[in-house]
């Protein structure tokens, strides 16, 4: 799987929402596409990712 451009290594199928969690993710400063589709938040539980997906994720920032 290619994630923000590196490849990462799955060895079974995961939901989005365990990834994102294990790689250190909070969930409610993100936006994510996967496979050039916006991912909505209520369904990151249910999206599981394999091998052949690419995912972008993009950190929102605060300031002013």
Do not use: C
């Not at 909070?26 to 997906?53: C, F, H, Q, W």
């Amino acid at each position: 799987m290619k994630v923000n451009g590196e490849i990462v290594t799955l060895t079974e199928p995961v939901s989005l929402k365990d990834f994102l969690e294990k790689s250190g993710y909070t969930t409610g400063r993100i936006a994510v596409e996967r496979n050039g589709d916006i991912v909505p938040k209520k369904t990151y539980d249910s999206v599981m990712l394999t091998e052949a997906d690419t995912l972008e994720i993009v950190h929102f920032v605060g300031g002013g």
